[in-house]
């Protein structure tokens, strides 16, 4: 059973930052792309980056680039969110997710529960 | 902001079927990317829903399907069930100068 479970979230103040995690179990790790995404509050979802298998390609939603950095390591099974610099706009749930992508498109297929950031003073 | 448009909410009674719209543009759907759907019950993660515009994961009852054309793509809901009231989403990739995963506005399911 594939499963991804998040940690690292909680209250930090503007300017600061956070590093968030995925463990992941059930499936090859090393063989997939992973994601994060998040929602604010009563609000929609948002794409916030990917990452290549052996982590050699990284992809950010323009809102975040220069302040967040995706990571991985696939010894341990495990995926990271960096988030430096951080602002009031990024409270949201994080989720990691499993992203599998091809020709036409690319979507999610499995996620985490979400851990919440919340970024207040 | 999302560039994907759906409807803010739909409703119908039990046994009933409702659609639910996502429009794009040149850069997404109508460029030929698919659109994918996620259902996010109450206080839960986005569960995948429909792939490929039209495929369903193992274990998603016949009762949900998805179709696109043009610009845009839509979710049917037939037999709704209670068990149906959930926020909708639906998510295609987009080539603009800001490339990368687009999710839709999102949809509140209502079982009457």
């Known amino acids: 059973e594939v499963q991804l479970v998040e940690s690292g979230g909680g209250l930090v103040q503007p300017g600061g930052s956070l590093r968030l995690s995925c463990a992941a179990s059930?499936?090859?790790?090393?063989?997939?792309?992973m994601s994060w995404v998040r929602q604010a509050p009563g609000k929609g979802l948002e794409w916030v980056a990917n990452i290549k298998q052996d982590g050699s390609e990284k992809y950010y939603v323009d809102s975040v680039k220069g302040r967040f950095t995706i990571s991985r390591d696939n010894a341990k099974n495990s995926l990271y969110l960096q988030m430096n610099s951080l602002r009031a706009e990024d409270t949201a749930v994080y989720y990691c997710a499993r992203f599998l992508g091809y020709s036409y498109g690319d979507y999610f297929d499995y996620w985490g529960q979400g851990t919440l950031v919340t970024v207040s003073s | 902001q999302s560039v994907l448009t759906q409807p803010p909410s739909v409703s119908g009674a039990p046994g009933q079927r409702v659609t639910i719209s996502c429009t794009g543009s040149?850069?997404?759907?109508?460029?030929?990317?698919?659109v994918h759907w996620y259902q996010q019950l109450p206080g839960t993660a986005p569960k995948l829903l429909i792939y490929?515009?039209?495929n369903r994961p193992s274990g998603v009852p016949d009762r949900f399907s998805g179709s696109k054309s043009g610009t845009s793509a839509s979710l049917a809901i037939t037999g709704l069930q209670a068990e149906d009231e959930a926020d909708y989403y639906c998510q295609s990739y987009d080539s603009s100068l800001s490339a990368g995963e687009v999710f839709g506005t999102g949809t509140k399911v209502t079982v009457l």
């Open positions: 490929g515009n039209s």
């Open positions: 040149s850069s997404n759907i109508g460029a030929g990317y698919d």
């Open positions: 059930g499936f090859t790790f090393s063989s997939y792309w």
